[in-house]
């Protein structure tokens, strides 16, 4: 089956600072992949998505790009600030996969900006 | 605005008592889904239903129960076989089954054992 792995956290990191949160993934189809995010209390947004191999997702200063040869998807951003802390889900969607839009999510990684 | 409302916010069980989750969306889409998320975790899915009046079992359906009599409403009975109830609920809903499109996600029923 598909699996997403995401690396743990939390992540603690410093106001400006470059932020990575790796993401691999194992898929039998050629999957859609996700990044959201949640915030504290509430449920989760879409920040960014990527539909094919070497697409770049993009928003709100974040990047990601589909690394087939690598099954990955990093996430990025140059200067975080505070309220980018969230935690942040990994997922993919597989054609392939059994009936239905499902998503197969990662752990999540927690991240904590301080000022 | 289109979107999914999920409630209550917070909901509070006793043992051995049936509570059922409400969600519902006005996106106009086909298909729904009710996921569970446990402190640290990652979701895991319950149950989806693609159309109306049809549903399909998740990851951990056991416990659970839905119905989906209307498109835009899909509530979730935590059921009293339900041994572990206690975590963070979100509904979910996207256009089809067929598209690769997002799914959009409700704010949260937290529930807990009183």
């Known amino acids: 089956g598909n699996s997403v792995t995401q690396m743990e956290g939390p992540v603690t990191l410093s106001e400006e600072a470059f932020l990575t949160i790796n993401c691999t993934y194992t898929?039998?189809?050629?999957?859609?992949l996700f990044w959201y995010v949640q915030y504290p209390g509430e449920g989760l947004q879409l920040l960014l998505k990527a539909t094919k191999a070497d697409d770049k997702g993009s928003n709100k200063g974040f990047e990601a790009t589909y690394r087939k040869e690598t099954t990955s998807f990093h996430l990025e951003k140059g200067s975080v600030q505070v309220s980018d802390s969230a935690v942040y889900f990994c997922?993919?969607?597989?054609?392939?996969?059994?009936?239905?839009?499902?998503?197969?999510f990662g752990g999540g990684t927690r991240v904590l900006v301080k000022p | 605005d289109g979107g999914i409302t999920q409630s209550p916010k917070y909901l509070f069980r006793k043992e051995g008592q049936n509570v059922t989750l409400s969600c519902e969306q006005n996106?106009?889409?086909?298909?729904m889904y009710w996921y569970r998320q446990d402190p640290g975790q990652g979701l895991r899915l319950i149950y989806y239903s693609q159309i109306v009046n049809d549903f399909q079992k998740g990851d951990i359906a056991e416990g659970y129960s839905v119905s989906r009599e209307k498109k835009e409403s899909f509530p979730l009975t935590v059921t009293s076989a339900q041994k572990n109830p206690t975590a963070f609920y979100l509904c979910a809903s996207s256009i089809s089954e067929y598209s690769n499109q997002p799914q959009h996600f409700g704010d949260g029923t937290r529930l807990s054992i009183l």
């Open positions: 898929a039998t189809g050629y999957p859609s």
């Open positions: 997922a993919l969607w597989d054609r392939k996969e059994a009936a239905g839009n499902k998503l197969t």
């Open positions: 996106l106009n889409h086909d298909a």
